[in-house]
């Protein structure tokens, strides 16, 4: 029976370059530290939004910078989570890095409920005076049609600040069934046992080996449906 290499063993030219994002984990560390750092800044923006259009724009300027910087941390430690989910580092940055999240949420929350009690008219005025207020126009116009979404500050603060235990749910789910399931191997119609793991199960089931496929699918499913309880009980909660 072939076997799954181990990602180690894999040349480089087949994995993703995770050096083009993070020259390494402590260089991550080095820019989480600078992002926590300035979250307080974010935050240090509140019921001052009223101030002025060059107000608004540092504060969303600022904001801008930080959503990037925060997804790219989500994603180098999620790509390097998802690439291995037996790496416990990675799993320690995605960890990190959904907490780091939900605190920036929370430090934010008042964003959007200050943003619409300036009032259409006037944040339109802010940006016919103001060209760089201004490429933020369709965003303003989307925002105040979302506006019956929008809760206070103080709930939104809430919500932002349990990000990371809703995202605990999915969490659960991935790596029960992305790291801890075991699949009994599929045969083919000539008898030949083929290795069924999460990243072999599509090319199985695209095979022109009908056996291969039906046998592929049925264990693939079977896994799940013997875990059955315990995946329903993660989707209910």
Avoid at 97 to 111: D, E, R, T
Wanted: with cysteine; net charge negative; proline share 3%.
């Amino acid at each position: 029976m072939k076997t799954i290499p181990l990602r180690k063993d894999i040349e480089a030219k087949y994995k993703w370059d995770d050096v083009s994002v993070f020259v390494d984990e402590n260089a991550w560390k080095a820019e989480f530290v600078a992002v926590e750092k300035q979250i307080p800044e974010a935050s240090g923006f509140s019921g001052r939004l009223n101030a002025g259009p060059h107000v608004l724009l540092d504060f969303l300027s600022l904001k801008d910078s930080l959503d990037t910087r925060i997804s790219t941390l989500m994603f180098y430690a999620t790509m390097r989570s998802a690439v291995d989910t037996s790496d416990e580092v990675a799993l320690s940055l995605e960890s990190e890095a959904g907490s780091l999240y939900g605190k920036y949420s929370a430090a934010i929350a008042f964003f959007e409920p200050e943003i619409l009690s300036l009032g259409e008219d006037l944040l339109r005025s802010w940006c016919e005076k103001d060209k760089n207020l201004s490429a933020y126009s369709h965003w303003f116009a989307d925002l105040f049609r979302l506006r019956a979404h929008v809760r206070s500050s103080e709930v939104e603060e809430v919500l932002g600040s349990v990000a990371e235990v809703f995202g605990g749910i999915d969490s659960i789910n991935n790596m029960l069934v992305d790291s801890d399931f075991t699949f009994t191997s599929a045969k083919d119609s000539e008898g030949k046992e083929w290795p069924l793991v999460q990243s072999t199960v599509e090319s199985y089931l695209g095979s022109p080996d009908r056996t291969l496929r039906q046998n592929a699918w049925i264990n693939f499913c079977d896994t799940h449906v013997h875990f059955a309880p315990t995946l329903a009980a993660n989707l209910v909660t």
